[in-house]
């Protein structure tokens, strides 16, 4: 295992290679991670949806949702929430601002063309409609509760929720073996999941298959059955414009604050910025 020093030195060294992609494997790549994203949130709705206690479904959902950040580090591609790693390039002057914003803008509708994709699929294979359409009504519970937090809310949630994947990606760096990057992945992530933070990535997933899912008869009628949601109120809240404002612009800042100002910033003070003044 590296010492923090080291995994700092690898981290920068793979955000120089990520920003140097060119602009359709950047694109291929990305657009890859988000439906590995959408798949472990797609798995964790299946796996938690008819669970009634709220901490054992939370619980489970961590045990399955950290498969997609295992797909992202194994197989590399770009996800947006971790490559606001590649600010500590930035710092070590190896990357330039423009590049960062450029990778991080490409990532970012990569990841969501890929999670939309993925929604899509799921509605056609079916899978919202086995037992007794529960799946929908829950996707679309999953979605409603995510547009009715506040802005600090979401915000606040979105921060914690990056610094807990930053790390999980620096320790993943840590190991050489398969084996041991998913079980540092594993741990972490399940403690965001636990936590109920928000993921602006996992959220084009959930959202747009909560929107999908709402607009079919049956799955709002045992939505409705099932969790007293209110057909109009939720079809209103699930409106594209509500989706966007009321939950992935705060968690997207949310999660470049926590990714980048609490864990880049000042493990990059920690351990590089001695070694780059002496430059």
């Known amino acids: 295992m590296n010492n923090p020093a080291t995994i700092l030195e690898a981290s920068i060294n793979g955000s120089v290679r990520k ?13 890859m ?12 709705n299946y796996a938690a949806h008819d669970i009634s206690n709220a901490g054992v479904a939370k619980l489970v959902t961590g045990f399955v949702f950290p498969v997609g950040l295992m797909l992202v580090i194994v ?7 971790g490559n606001c790693l590649i600010l500590m390039a930035v710092l070590d002057k190896k990357v330039s601002v423009l590049k960062l914003l450029k990778n991080l803008l490409i990532v970012y509708f990569g990841n969501f063309f890929g999670c939309i994709l993925i929604a899509h699929l799921t509605d056609i294979a ?11 009504a829950y996707t679309i519970k999953v979605a409603y509760g995510k547009v ?7 915000f606040a949630s979105g921060i914690l929720c990056n610094m807990l994947v930053c790390l999980a990606v620096l320790c993943a760096t840590s ?3 398969v084996a041991g990057k998913a ?19 996992a959220n084009m997933y959930y959202l747009f298959a909560g929107r999908i899912a709402s607009r079919d008869n049956t799955f709002m009628s ?30 997207t800042l949310g999660n470049l604050v926590g990714g980048m100002l609490l864990t880049s910033l000042p493990f990059w003070f920690v351990y590089r910025k001695k070694e780059q003044s002496e430059k």
Do not use: C
Request: neutral net charge; charged residues 15%; aromatic residues 12%.
């Open 148 to 154: 009715s937090m506040t802005f600090g809310q979401a």
């Open 19 to 31: 920003t140097n992609l060119t602009f359709f494997k950047a694109v291929i790549l990305s657009f």
């Open 222 to 251: 045992v939505a409705a059955d099932t969790y007293g949601l209110v057909s109009d109120k939720v079809i209103e809240a699930l409106r594209l414009k509500n989706l966007i404002v009321k939950n992935l612009i705060p968690v």
């Open 175 to 177: 190991s050489k073996d």
């Open 183 to 201: 079980t540092m992945i594993f741990f972490i992530i399940m403690a965001f999941v636990l936590s109920g933070y928000e993921h602006s990535v």
């Open 126 to 136: 079916g899978q919202w409609n086995q037992n007794r359409d529960l799946i929908g």
């Open 75 to 81: 197989m590399g591609a770009e996800l947006f929430t």
């Open 33 to 44: 991670s988000g439906t590995f994203i959408a798949f472990g949130a797609a798995a964790a």
